[in-house]
């Protein structure tokens, strides 16, 4: 199985992690919605990387550094083999430009925080990234509801501002 298979960035609020929600076109909040990596993974290609300075990026977490983050990563601790331990920072991570953030920075992560967190935590300050345009993944923004009928989550078309 591919890497990418079943990784998805979720875009919801909630009190530890801040607000990561997309605008939703009629002004309504309080929706959690997902950009699922294998949708966008044919735009991950070469002329996409750049070297991002590190403190240019809005990431889950960001606001724990250092303290909650790396051998104590706050959505890690407890688990036997915390995704921290796995992250491998020479693979590049994925960030949206101009994408709305908490923090307001120039770049949103959709995915590599645990490898970020590695990158801080060993004093690095820049790396590479896939660099994708915001406007651009729109459409693959899906809103995630669940179904009560289906006992499971179910995904369909999102209008982002």
Known sequence: MQWYKNHAHLAKFNKREGNWEFPRSDGKIGFACVIRIEHIHH???DSRLKMIDLCDIAWKGKHLF????????????GESDPKNKNADPSYPGIILEN??????????MIDGRHRIMKLLHSGVTSSQYYVL???EIKKFILLRTYSIREE???YEEFKVE
């Open 66 to 77: 250092p303290h909650y983050t790396g051998d104590n990563c706050y959505c890690c601790k």
């Open 152 to 154: 499971k989550f179910v």
């Open 133 to 135: 345009d915001y406007d």
């Open 43 to 45: 735009l991950l290609i």
């Open 99 to 108: 994408a709305p953030n908490p923090y307001d920075n120039k770049y949103r």
